[in-house]
């Protein structure tokens, strides 16, 4: 029996004919479709003064690059989670306003002046560290509250007011606004309404004050609150929204929510996929039946297979269950760190184009057979993958 060891691959270049051919995998971003995502986006939620582009994880794959796209097309702040990235961002647009949702050091609280950034305040002890530095030039902060799902925040009254009266007490800090992070879009359960209620009441004293009061994008899916006058939008701006069930079990439980709560106002939008992966067949091979191909899969019959560049590392395994090359799927049969096999025939050929996701085939599709959320799949993606931006004269930025 033969035994193809495809780990001798050990990089995506081949030698062919005398020359050296490169292999290469790719996340294709399409800037035209960005605009309309965020065009759509701002224009539908427009009795917000505020619509925020949460760009974490460097802008959960698309590379902080499109910042500028997204401000040509109604996008006013930005939030962050690391000030790297903060700062990464200040090299392509000097004037948005962004918003730092994770620590900094000492030393980086400087950089947060120098460059106009917004730090956020999760507790006291934090605050009262920023206050004992003795700044001497203004410091925008905003105050995050914990809204009952236990994760980071000011999760009383009594903590807040101190907060709010130390910040008042120093002429160099300026509160900015007041935010939290709803974990559920409160569709098939109550817990976005006991967060809502835990927010308002935690806050409610300040809530006449002129600053920013702003939420995620779980209340894209409930009637506007009059005291919230931002909205932060993350994934729906890549073209990938929260997904809901279409059965009867998920029907009945939206049914009972809006019996207690009211009806739900689901987006009347269509947004569309920003970015597609595609790969190149990097190699081909004919086998026996009872050959070992990859690791664990044996041939049950002759076949030909074709190796592609892509594996474990960068998000995709064989639970994907297939790719397309020259218009038909093609089943996964093994796969490894760096490379897949698939099933293949006479006609495929070296170099030939591999979609990986497309929006032919969607999104959700790939969430389901991984049995992972979105965000995951963003940040499993994000790693490794080459971005190239496409339909980049749309964008009035001069980065791309």
Known sequence: MIVIELNLIKCYNNLYEGKIMKYETKMEIDLKKLKFNTTLLCESYNDYKYKIANLKDNAYGMGLKIVNTLVDNGINYILVGSIKDALEIRKYNNDISILVSYYVTEEQVYDAINNNLTLTVANLKYLENINNLKIRDK?????LIDNGSNKMGFNNNLELQEAILLIESNKNLELEGIYTDLTTIGVEDEYYYNQINTFYQIVSNYLDSDIMIHLNEPIMYHKKLSYVNGIRFDLSLIGIEENINDDWFTNLRIKNVEKRYGDLEFPNIDLQLIFNVTSEVMNIGRVSKGDLIGRYFIAKEDMYIAIIPI???????KAIEYVGINNYKRNIL????????????????EKDKVYIINEERGIYDFLSLLKTNRYYLMSILNRNLKRVYINTEISKGSYL
């Open 311 to 317: 594996g474990h590392k960068d998000g995709f395994t």
């Open 334 to 349: 093994a796969d490894d760190i760096d490379h897949l096999i698939v099933e293949a025939d006479e006609m495929v050929k």
């Open 139 to 143: 410091l925008k902060v905003q105050i």
